[in-house]
């Protein structure tokens, strides 16, 4: 026991003699890479280690960066590190990059520190070397691959059939589509029939006899009036002029073979309907009734003109 406690004693002593010994202040530097390539981040540690006896420092690393751009500053705050000792350890972070090639030599950074009882320590870092090498030296460029070739996509059967097929597939859905809303519309029903002439006029009937006019509807009834007369010259003539206007309408009857004089009382027809459906032109009740025999003459020409003469005409005066 005795022989313990005179090391142990012994141990003390060293100790608080190497404290003594160690007051003055150190400071070290360092970098995490001494070879870099252009534009890489570098850093640069400084570590202050002193004593509790310090009560400054004062030191400017900045001035030995002025080659390099600094990126980054970090700092830590004063640590104690040996307890016994009272000794403290502070870290500064300097991250920077170089964007020219060559060797760097950053020069010993001189630190200040000044104690409590007003004496000055002054102590430097070692200096540090550092080289910058460029991205296309001669180590590195056999790292740069070259660009690969454009990749050729192999396109199959289905991919030139789905190019076609899809705007067949847009065009006969649009075809349908028109069939179908031109077979809704009222006048059209008898487009498909076998005598159009009668269904022509039984349309033209219903259309007198109805409650449009009465309502005060006076565009729609020309609307349907102007689609039935469209529709019977379309099947007798074999011209479709359902959705043409006026112009085109009489340039494609006449291409078809009616004579001028027919062409004359179509084109009057369709004009004066024109002025109501899209003028806003509000007809008295003799127009109207003009527009319903100009309509029954019209399809009375065609009558003659593309069926049988033993084909009766109906007498709608009589059937009113």
């Known amino acids: 026991m005795n022989k313990k406690l005179v090391l142990f004693s012994l141990f003390l002593v060293l100790c608080f003699t190497v404290a003594n010994a160690s007051e003055n202040?150190?400071?070290f530097a360092y970098l995490d890479k001494n070879q870099a390539?252009?534009?890489d981040k570098i850093s640069l540690t400084v570590l202050l280690r002193f004593s509790d006896n310090i009560s400054q420092v004062d030191f400017k690393p900045e001035d030995k960066l002025k080659k390099f751009e600094i990126k980054e500053v970090r700092k830590s705050k004063p640590v104690r590190k040996y307890i016994i000792f009272g000794k403290y350890s502070q870290r500064y972070e300097y991250v920077f990059s170089v964007f020219e090639a060559g060797n760097y030599t950053i020069e010993p950074i001189t630190v200040k520190f000044a104690a409590k009882d007003g004496s000055k320590i002054e102590v430097q870092t070692s200096g540090l070397n550092l080289e910058i090498e460029s991205i296309l030296d001669k180590e590195s460029a056999s790292d740069i691959r070259d660009i690969k070739l454009p990749v050729s996509l192999r396109r199959g059967v289905l991919f030139y059939l789905s190019i076609l097929l899809i705007p067949c597939l847009f065009i006969a859905g649009y075809i349908i589509y028109r069939k179908r809303a031109i077979k809704s519309m009222p006048g059209s029903a008898f487009l498909n029939m076998e005598d159009p002439y009668s269904k022509a006029m039984d349309a033209?009937?219903?259309l007198e006899t109805g409650d449009l006019?009465?309502?005060g509807a006076v565009k729609e009834f020309y609307l349907i009036l102007?689609?039935?007369?469209?529709g019977y010259l379309?099947?007798?003539f074999n011209v479709n002029i359902i959705d043409m206007t006026t112009s085109e309408t009489v340039r494609e009857l006449?291409?078809?073979g009616i004579v001028k004089k027919d062409l004359s009382i179509c084109r009057d027809f369709f004009v004066f309907a024109d002025l109501v459906k899209f003028a806003k032109h509000i007809p008295s009740d003799s127009d109207i009734s003009s527009s319903l025999e100009e309509?029954?003459?019209?399809?009375?020409?065609?009558?003659?003109?593309?069926?049988?003469?033993q084909i009766p005409v109906k007498n709608f005066q009589e059937n009113k």
């Open 25 to 27: 202040a150190a400071a």
């Open 37 to 39: 390539y252009i534009g």
């Open 204 to 206: 033209i009937f219903a």
């Open 213 to 215: 006019l009465k309502r």
């Open 226 to 230: 102007t689609r039935i007369v469209r």
């Open 234 to 236: 379309t099947e007798v």
């Open 254 to 256: 006449k291409t078809a």
């Open 295 to 309: 309509a029954k003459e019209i399809i009375q020409l065609g009558h003659v003109d593309s069926c049988p003469p």
